[in-house]
């Protein structure tokens, strides 16, 4: 009762800085976020937000994001939403004066007058097409990622019991549990496909079941017999899309009368035809030819290839460019069985963590943003990297470039290994830090692929620990921020607004820490 009651409060606490009940258009959450759909924006009262205990910090994108950490963001949301719902049953007309306009249509009016320039200001700096493609890419594979993440555990532990010879008669049933999402996850992202770019989502799935029937065999393509599965994920979203394309066009000439059997029948046979005497083929080759380039650009170049892929990644989660990546990896597992390039960019998250730490001793007289760390350093153990990056590394500038440092050294380190012959790959797309150790799969054994991630893992905190301490800080910076919050704010009776000094505001900035400029942030949706 007492956790409920945190998590209660929690929420009460965040509603009236948001505008209230009736300033929320939708609610929803991530992983780490809590996501606002806000009708005004300028009533959020933002330093106040990010004063509370439990907010780690706040993003602006299409939605309002506000980061609470795992396992919390889950607990509070529910809470707010009942909240919410209180409210607005409570006070449904509440706060007009007497006599004057219904609250609905002012609100209306104000968001007209104060939402457009800050809505006409966000999309214009972030809103490019390459962008939306990104995050439309993002949100057909990110909803699959609970079960890449199941099925790969699972199959980590049946690898694990037929090394060991146990359980013989267990084995088949838990490579059968493993395998069988796998083999289908065309259909998945074909249903996915659909639905994000405004089709029907089971005709995208149907379309992209095409691709793993086992009839395809029959099919010749090219001068050559398809194989089921041929062009895997990739072949599925370019056949779904395709199928949404179709649909829209039946939908706009197809009588009315007759477009509940035309157009699904049209949709399905035109996709169908031209995924199988093309799509598949040509995804078949593309998919192909990132297996051998991931390979080939490890096998040859690993040191240097991780240590950028690293170093860089973290600035690419900045840009959003990120999420190009999500096929990538897909495609990888669908391949071989495991993604190479996971473990290499989970090194970021490591240099991060080292960063942290760094940061919390160079620091010891700010207990606000020490107190920030504390919070927010276990989830960076196990791979939740924003409320670091959010709330530490990245208001402060420096440090957020010498977290890139200790990515770039522990990326190096698996880089180096995979050129010397050893792969090490990771059977989900996800998780991070250490809770990749259950994901973890190679081509040298399960051992030695644990100990040379480990090993990335401690070059990483080392690196950016050491970046960090040595040269994060300038001697400004440290007599600005190596202070108590009652010798920097002594008017305050309740300096917590520096607790957390990571907040976004529509012109994609994040906030700094005391004494610093603003950082600009480029901050995407996951």
Not at 36 to 44: A, E, F, I, Q, S
Not at 57 to 74: F, H, K, N, S
Not at 417 to 422: A, S, W
């Amino acid at each position: 009762m007492a956790n409920e009651n945190k998590y209660r409060d929690t929420a009460a606490a965040i509603l009236p800085l948001v505008g209230g009940a009736r300033n929320v258009a939708s609610v929803a959450h991530c992983m780490t976020r809590l996501r606002l759909g806000l009708h005004d924006r300028t009533l959020v009262q933002e330093e106040q937000l990010t004063a509370l205990p439990s907010v780690m910090g706040v993003v602006e994108d299409d939605t309002y994001q506000i980061v609470l950490g795992p396992g919390t963001v889950a607990r509070v949301t529910p809470e707010f939403e009942t909240l919410v719902e209180e409210e607005r049953a409570a006070a449904p007309q509440a706060a007009a004066p007497a006599g004057g306009p219904a609250p609905e249509a002012v609100t209306a009016e104000d968001l007209a007058a104060q939402g457009a320039a800050l809505r006409a200001q966000r999309k214009a700096r972030n809103a490019t097409p390459f962008k939306l493609l990104l995050r439309r890419i993002a949100n057909i594979f990110v909803p699959l990622i609970p079960a890449l993440i199941g099925c790969g555990i699972i199959a980590g532990l049946n690898g694990l019991l037929v090394n060991l010879g146990w359980l013989p008669g267990i084995t088949p049933a838990l490579a059968a549990t493993a395998s069988g999402f796998m083999a289908l996850i065309a259909v998945f992202v074909g249903y996915n496909t659909a639905q994000e770019f405004g089709g029907t989502p089971i005709l995208g799935g149907a379309v992209a079941a095409i691709i793993v029937y086992a009839g395809v065999a029959n099919v010749e393509a090219f001068g050559q017999h398809l194989s089921p599965g041929q062009g895997g994920v990739l072949g599925a979203l370019g056949a779904a899309w395709l199928a949404v394309r179709i649909e829209k066009w039946c939908r706009r000439w197809v009588p009315v009368s007759i477009d509940v059997l035309v157009t699904p029948t049209i949709t399905v046979l035109v996709s169908g035809l031209v995924t199988l005497f093309g799509l598949m083929f040509l995804a078949g080759e593309v998919s192909t030819k990132i297996g051998e380039a991931a390979n080939w650009l490890l096998s040859h170049g690993g040191a240097g290839a991780g240590l950028i892929l690293g170093g860089l990644f973290l600035p690419l989660v900045m840009l959003g460019l990120h999420q190009a990546l999500i096929p990538i990896h897909t495609t990888l597992i669908e391949q071989q069985g495991y993604t190479v390039l996971l473990p290499i960019l989970a090194m970021a998250g490591a240099g991060q963590v080292g960063a942290a730490i760094a940061v919390y001793f160079r620091l010891h007289r700010n207990t606000s943003i020490r107190r920030t760390i504390k919070s927010a350093l276990w989830p960076g153990f196990l791979g939740v990297g924003e409320p670091l990056i959010y709330g530490v590394s990245l208001p402060l500038g420096r440090p957020f470039i010498t977290a890139c440092t200790g990515g770039a050294l522990g990326g190096a380190f698996i880089g180096l290994f995979n050129q010397l012959g050893t792969d090490v790959g990771s059977t989900a797309i996800g998780p991070s830090g250490w809770a990749l150790f259950p994901l973890l799969d190679g081509d040298h054994g399960l051992g030695q692929t644990v100990a040379v991630y480990a090993g990335g893992l401690i070059v990483g905190y080392l690196g950016g620990f050491l970046a960090t301490y040595y040269f994060g800080f300038t001697k400004t910076m440290l007599a600005e921020l190596n202070v108590t919050p009652a010798a920097s704010a002594p008017s305050a009776p309740d300096t917590a607004t520096a607790a957390n000094p990571a907040t976004a505001t529509a012109g994609d900035r994040v906030a700094a820490a005391p004494g610093e400029p603003a950082a600009p942030a480029g901050v995407p949706s996951r």
